[in-house]
């Protein structure tokens, strides 16, 4: 059965919710990429966000009426079970840090073109991602999603308004406390290895 | 601008590339140094945290999530589906079974008035048996002794038959009733309920069916009613 790209997601659920595989797939090829970006960089585990979408979509397959078209696109309601599902899984493992880089398949990414910087530039490079990439991890949540909205995803003060459910004023805020934060764990981080060093 | 508007306004820009309305953030960086360092730090941290944000942004769901998904979707409205005609089947069967239910009971009904009718039927038939169907059809003055058709109660009245003049003109012959007995025969007024006329074959208004009326039978010396009269009141 055909598609029209136009669709909106609205009428691609109501089409879902009568048992229209297709539509199902669309509206899913719509929205997982954003959802497992989401929750790939808040918990840092490639496995994590594989459930995490997974339940997302599964919560459209069984209760699409939870869906409700007047609060909000789409979009933010799966971003919000998305958070809900990141949130318990945080609880769960809240120490553990580990940013799996791995592509669709599961395979491990060469993320470094091939070009002519030398072994010694890859390596600070790779060093220092690791420590952003850390200290994004180690924010305390209401904190870390909106980094992840705001900078990472580049969604706007109002798009993460809507998703986080709060007012602009209150996402402007956490992102300038957030980033105060990050700069604050990144110091602490560049002078770790140097502290190490000195007491050898 | 002072530092605090800066940092409100101008710490999270590209002031570099911005427009005129940045002049006096960019203004107050020339003049700040603290400013200036902590615009550079968040100007660092902006660009790692694109970096970052680049190193996975073409990341999507495995695709064996999707098959997941795909087989709970169909498993999920299979499920519906059958539920859908479990209930329908259920609520089908049930509404048979009312229907038959009531059509049992119409019929139960029907049958049972009949058999009303017809337990009616042999009470006031047999009477004229255990008279001589020439005394039951003699005229008796009500006063005299002998007269067997005297009624004395009004539930005797109902149960023993009555003798009507015979003046067989307005009889309706009954089915099956063979016309050349009519000369032995014996004209018997009976009290009956309206419906059990219909087990002589005649149409019976349900609404009316448990009226009592007066009918005259002719009755054959074999016992058998042969036609019917009803009188004036009792046919309206």
Redesign the interface.
Known sequence: MHIAAQETDDVLLKRSAKGDEDAFTQLYWRNQAQIYRFALRMTGRAWAAEEIVQDVFMTLVREPKKYDAARGPLGAFLYGIARNRVMKHLERQPREFSFEQKNAEGDAKAIEAADNHTPAHWAEVRERRERVRSAVLSLPPEFRETVVLCELEEMSYEEAAQVLECPIGTVRSRLHRGRALLLAKLEILREAPKRANASR | MNCEEFANAG??RNLEAGGPEFAAAREHLRACPDCAALYE??RV??A??????Q?????????R??M???Q???T??KT??THRVTWLAGWSLAAASIIAGAVVWVNWNRENTVEVANRMGPTVQTAPRSNSPREATTEKPPGSPASPARPQTPRKERTQPLVASKTSDEFTPLPGSVPGFLDDSTIVRVQLQRGALGAFGLPVSEERASDWIQVDLLVAADGQPQALRLPQSASN
């Open positions: 710490l999270d730090t968040s941290l902006r790692d945290l694109r970096e970052l944000g190193e996975t942004c073409e990341a999507s769901a495995p695709s999530i999707e997941r998904l795909r709970e979707f169909r999920q409205h519906l589906r």
